[in-house]
Every structure is written in structure tokens, then in C-alpha cells.
């Protein structure tokens, strides 16, 4: 029975049991509670009304609905809609003015709830864009925006709902609406210290994880689906869930590049570099997205052979130059830019992939990308691109070579870190040495 088996018959055998007290090998998880319903009112509180001023938005709207509902009804509070509701927020020169207009029934728990300046009942099955309309003659706004854009975060107003509004509100305000995906994303964007706190804590077990997976690791007996394996019993036992899509996280690769992708039941050999990229999610809220690199020996090694040492110090010096440039003020096309001069000075191959992207709600979540920076072309900046403190991202180093069959094999060594006032900090300590597995 390999390690890997072990700890799964253990934990099985743990929860059959069902003690009150857990086992000394089961550990406690440090996320209890729901932080987000108090996090949530912060942020609206205190970041939304910067990210309108911003983007020059005077109102922005929200329509929640049953079911399959706007991709951010929860980050304002509609997530428990019934019949059509709408969250607006209204710039003042007193200030953020937020109310919902919801039918009865769910317009009595929001008001209980206290978490808005009004909620306006209205009839069930009249609808709602008459009291929407006599909203904006109240505030009088010059710009609306309205949840629609390229990506699926801002894309939240369905066509049917569209064609309703744009029917049912005068052309007087339809004509002042604009996409709301600048704001969402210079909202979204931007973390609270609370946090980045969180994540923190989730980031320093992502990698720890990882770390003990390759510890328990046997060259040419061990699988990528083992090492899997451990880490989705690891998760089990704490209690949190998947950074993104179950069957590809986490994402164990032994072999040749295969992007994000299930494991496989290959074999580990001397030789191989193992990639594991893995993420969870904590409070059911924030993810993290951490990738650790191990090295397979051949029985008798006790180092890793040189070329294979120069391999990962080439794909470190390029997420510490990607880290070294993340700092407010900077376009996400220069942390690319930065990485990308390391990686050819190196002699790595090109690759298809951007440097980071934002991480926290959702893997891949709303902010600058670290990307438009390849060599040769200009950089691309705009002002949706701009780092700012308090965001938070996932970035790699790269080096990558073609292999004895015409296949790559790319060391990506991903990394969480948070913008600063002065520069960037990590989120849990850098992998500094390949990992180095032994075999039998």
C-alpha cells in the first residue's frame, strides 16, 4: 500500500467512526465562520464608491433573479432573490446611496438584514422598471452602468432581461447606460487587508500541501493521480473545497505539457520534473493558485543533475523579475515584459502564456492581466492594466525547451502576491530549491 493510500484508508476510517474528537493526524481548519456577510458591507462602504468615482459612474444597477443569477449578485447582497430584483447605488455629493427595490416577501428579509441605505417594496408581478425610472429622476444620474461586457464576471444581464429594460425604462435613461465592467473590475479587483489576511493563510497551506505531497512521493512507484490524491484528502480532511473545476485541481503533470488538465495514472520516473498546480477555497469566497516543482532522482542521486539545477534556476530568476516589477503604478504588460527578457536571456522558449492574472474570488479573477508584454511588439497598457494596492495575483516564471520527441516541457513556477504602497509582497514564502524525490 503505497503513502498515498494510507492517508485515504485513514481518513475513510476517521469519518466512519465518527468521534467527537478528531484524529492527532487530521488538521484543524482555520477557517471557520462566515467573515464575507461583514466584508461585504466594507467593501461597499468604503471601496465602491472610489471605483465609481473612478470609471465616472453616478449609478449602477443590478438585476438579480432566481436561479441562474448575476455572477456578483452575492457581492452586493442579492443572492437570495426570488422575483426580479434591483441593487442600485447611487453617487452623491453626501455620499454612496445604496437601496433595492425587490417584491414583497424577499423585500422584508432584506430590510431585516440592514444591509442597505432603503429597500423599496413593490407588488409581486408588476414589475419592476417603473420604480427603477422613478429612481433615476430622483438621483438625476449622468452615466448608469449596467452589467453587461466581454468578460463573464461583468456579463451578468441576460438578453431577456435587457430587452425587458430597454422596453420598460424611458429612452431618457437607456440612452446614459454604459457597460458597469470597468467598474466591476476596478472593484472586484481590490482586496480589504481582512482579506488578503485570508488569503494568506490559505496560500500558506496551498504550498505546504504540495510540499508534503512530494515528501510522501516514490520515484518509479508513485503516480501523478497518488499525488493527487494526497492533496484531495488533505482538502477533505480540512473541509475546503476546490479552486476551480474538481476534475482538473489539483493539476499533477510528470510528463509533457498539457495545460490545464486532469492528472493521469503515469508513473513518476528519475529524471521527470512533477508539476503540481492546486488551489482551494476557503469561506466558500477566496481561492488561492500555487504551483511547486519536484525533481525525480535516480536510485543512488542525492542532488539534481546540473542541467535540470540550471532548468528551474532559469524559470526562478524569471517569477523573481516578474515580482521584482509588480509595484503600483505599473501596467501589468511591464511584469509580463520583465519576465520575458529573463526567459530569453535564458534561452527558454517562447510560450502561449501570460505571466499572472488576478486571483481571489475566482481563480482567474477580475483585474489587470500580466500579460502584453512579448518581445518584439509594443507594449500594450491601458488604463484598465494599471497595479494597484491591494490587488492580488498569481504569476509564473517560465522556462521552457523542446524535448527529444518534438514535445515542450515548461517549468512554471507560480507564485500569490499582493500589491503594496512600495512594491509587492508574498502571500506565503517562494519556492526557492526543487524538491527532490528519491526512488526505488
Excluded at 138 to 163: C, E, M, V
Excluded at 268 to 277: K, L, R, S, Y
Aim: hydrophobic share 40%; charged share 20%.
Amino acid at each position: 500500500m503505497s503513502p498515498f493510500q494510507k492517508i485515504s484508508v485513514a481518513l475513510v476510517i476517521s469519518i466512519m467512526a465518527g468521534c467527537s474528537a478528531p484524529s492527532p493526524s487530521v488538521e484543524l481548519s482555520p477557517f471557520t465562520g462566515d467573515p464575507w456577510p461583514e466584508i461585504r458591507s466594507e467593501r461597499i462602504a468604503t471601496l465602491l464608491p472610489n471605483a465609481m468615482q473612478d470609471n465616472e459612474i453616478d449609478a449602477w444597477m443590478v438585476i438579480c433573479r432566481e436561479n441562474n443569477n448575476d455572477p456578483i449578485a452575492d457581492h452586493v447582497g442579492c443572492e437570495n432573490a426570488g422575483g426580479t430584483a434591483a441593487f442600485m447605488f447611487f453617487r452623491t455629493p453626501d455620499g454612496l446611496h445604496t437601496l433595492a427595490i425587490s417584491p414583497a416577501g424577499e423585500a422584508t428579509s432584506l430590510a431585516e438584514k440592514k444591509m442597505l441605505d432603503e429597500v423599496l417594496e413593490i407588488e409581486r408581478g408588476l414589475g419592476i422598471w417603473g420604480t427603477v425610472e422613478s429612481q433615476f429622476e430622483r438621483f438625476q444620474p449622468a452615466k448608469i452602468g449596467i452589467n453587461t461586457g466581454n468578460s463573464p464576471i461583468s456579463d451578468g444581464l441576460s438578453h431577456t432581461q435587457y430587452a425587458s429594460m430597454t422596453t420598460g425604462i424611458s429612452k431618457k435613461w437607456t440612452d446614459r447606460m454604459v457597460s458597469a465592467e470597468p467598474l466591476i473590475r476596478s472593484w472586484l479587483s481590490v482586496k480589504l487587508p481582512v482579506e488578503v489576511d485570508i488569503m494568506r493563510k490559505a496560500a500558506e497551506i496551498t504550498a505546504r500541501w504540495e510540499v508534503e505531497a512530494y515528501e510522501a512521493a516514490v520515484g518509479n512507484v508513485t503516480t501523478d493521480l497518488d499525488i493527487a490524491a494526497f492533496l484531495e484528502a488533505k482538502m477533505a480532511e480540512m473541509g475546503v473545497d476546490d479552486g476551480w473545476a474538481t476534475e482538473q485541481n489539483p493539476a499533477v503533470n510528470s510528463g509533457k505539457d498539457r495545460g490545464h488538465s486532469h492528472p493521469t495514472n503515469r508513473t513518476i520516473e528519475p529524471g521527470d520534473f512533477i508539476q503540481t498546480d492546486f488551489g482551494i477555497r476557503v469561506h466558500n469566497r477566496w481561492v488561492t493558485d500555487i504551483q511547486r516543482f519536484a525533481y525525480v532522482l535516480a536510485p543512488g542521486e542525492t542532488v539534481a543533475p546540473p542541467d535540470a539545477v540550471a532548468k528551474w534556476e532559469a524559470a526562478r530568476a524569471g517569477s523573481r523579475a516578474a515580482f521584482g516589477a509588480m509595484m503600483p503604478g505599473a501596467s501589468g504588460s511591464e511584469v509580463d515584459r520583465a519576465q520575458r527578457v529573463v526567459m530569453e536571456s535564458n534561452g527558454s522558449i517562447p510560450v502561449m502564456w501570460g505571466t499572472g492574472h488576478p486571483v481571489g474570488y475566482w481563480a482567474h479573477d477580475s483585474g489587470p492581466g500580466l500579460s502584453g508584454g512579448r518581445l518584439g511588439l509594443d507594449l500594450s497598457v491601458n488604463r484598465d492594466q494599471i497595479l494597484r494596492p491591494g490587488m492580488t495575483f498569481a504569476f509564473d516564471g517560465f522556462h521552457s525547451w523542446t524535448t527529444s520527441d518534438s514535445t515542450t516541457k515548461t517549468l512554471s513556477v507560480e507564485e500569490m502576491a499582493v500589491i503594496t504602497d512600495d512594491g509587492a509582497q508574498w502571500l506565503t514564502a517562494p519556492q526557492e530549491d526543487l524538491i527532490l524525490i528519491q526512488s526505488n
